[in-house]
């Protein structure tokens, strides 16, 4: 049973705060541990929000790889804490949280799991906007009783106009959508453009509409206040401490503008004020343990210029440093916009914007276009991603993928079941089905945390032999 009640048309606008997931993941690689959350909780469930952004996108991966903690026991733990607010994810539709498709067993035992274990709302995006790449996802939400928010993946190119994105909502209305979300992830939607995005999906369907932008160009107050007066019924901000930047836009002054107005969230701005003074105590250990760097805070302009979210550039300059060629910084970017239009255009977020930018690279330090290629470029040529938004370059096509034939089914349907065969393979260590499902995302990450959490059992001087059975010394 849906939790959104579609007949609302009342005028306050409800508030997502990201401040648990993408505020951190934006702004300090995902490195807020869950000791560090459960204290502000409280606090939060008390503010009013519509929901708080607290689970799914990188936090599971960083959970496991860089915090020795299970990411189910931190959605629990969660959930007991936050009784009042509805906890959201992100999901990567077939992807899951991973990054290649899954089959449909899977997307369905991990829906069911994230909503048994505390996830209210699911946002489901897709990276190339290929809908048959989010049908099994959203299925399950509404089939295991949660709330099932379809994204629109933002990006600008002379395929994707306002009557793309408002066709393709149309499409995940029919399809069952609680809400719609646009996922502008590289702060590339502008203000007025919002206003007339924002104007044409009210008219065209009647389900809400949730904006999600960023402040990397310094737009994202005018983007959410511009798609509010359009009628936009829930928008994402960070609290002030790790908003802004590369994070979404803060909630406080947003709340404060908004005020007195037909607009006004109605949230607790003393709450606020208590959960905002919490959170400077973390940021200042992010900073101390130089994860965070306030740098981040900066207008970065390249956004607008090449269409390149946060996390991509700084990808593409490690990769250059790495390379001892961060003098060709301003070559790659501009190389960015022409790999992605080779490519057929596809919006830039994971892990389209890994892929399109590591080509970008390699065409820039290897003198020549396309001289090597990689798999996972080949592979998106081929669809082994999905629909591409328009046809790529055919000279291009047939210069990377020669002769091979192109895939233009859903690419899960080529998937046998495969949650079984993940859960024989990790029976010596197996405690809960979560573990499967962990396993099944990220194999060697997850398999480094069982052996760490077995050793914690049994004592730190553990012994594991051929068959990882423990021997404790």
Known sequence: ???????????????????????HQSQAATRMTTDEMIPACPI???????????????????????????????LRRLKKALPKTKIQMLLRGQNILGYKHYA?????????????????????????NDTRNMKAAMEATKRHGGICEATISYTTSPVHTTEYFVDLAAELESMGADTICIKDMANILLPY????????????????????THNTAGTGDMVNLKAIEAGCDIVDTALSPLGNGTAQPATEPLVATLRGTKYDTGLDMEKLGEAAKYFN?????????????????????????????????????????QANAEDRFLECLAEVPKVRKDFGYPPLVTPTSQI?????????????????VTKESKGLLLGDYGRLPAEPDPVILKQIIGDEKRITHRKADDLKPEYEKYKAEIQEYYEQE???????????????????????KYGVDTVFDAKNNVHPV
């Open 104 to 128: 449909d067993d899977m997307v369905d035992k991990f829906v069911e799991f994230a909503i048994k274990n505390g996830v209210d709302i699911i946002r489901i995006f897709d990276a190339l």
């Open 434 to 456: 979560e573990d499967v499902l962990s396993y099944a995302m990220f194999p060697q990450v997850a398999m480094n945390f069982f052996k760490w959490r077995k050793a914690q």
């Open 1 to 23: 049973m849906s939790k959104v009640n579609k007949t609302d048309t009342s005028s306050p606008v409800k508030i997502t705060d990201t401040i648990l997931r993408d505020a």
């Open 356 to 372: 399109v930018g590591t080509q970008a690279v390699l065409n820039v330090l290897g003198g020549e276009r396309y001289k090597t």
């Open 193 to 212: 453009t919002a206003f007339d995005l924002v104007t044409k999906l009210k008219a065209r369907v009647k389900i809400p509409i949730h904006l999600h």
């Open 281 to 321: 105590k973390v940021k200042a250990r992010l900073i101390a343990d130089k994860i965070l760097d306030p740098k981040i805070l900066a207008v970065d302009i390249n956004t607008l210029v090449y269409q390149v979210p946060g996390g991509m550039l700084s990808n593409l300059l490690s990769q250059l440093k």
């Open 44 to 74: 939060l469930d008390e503010v009013g929000y519509y929901s708080l952004e607290a689970w799914g996108g990188a936090t599971y991966d960083s959970c496991l790889r860089f915090l020795n903690e299970d990411p189910w026991d931190r």
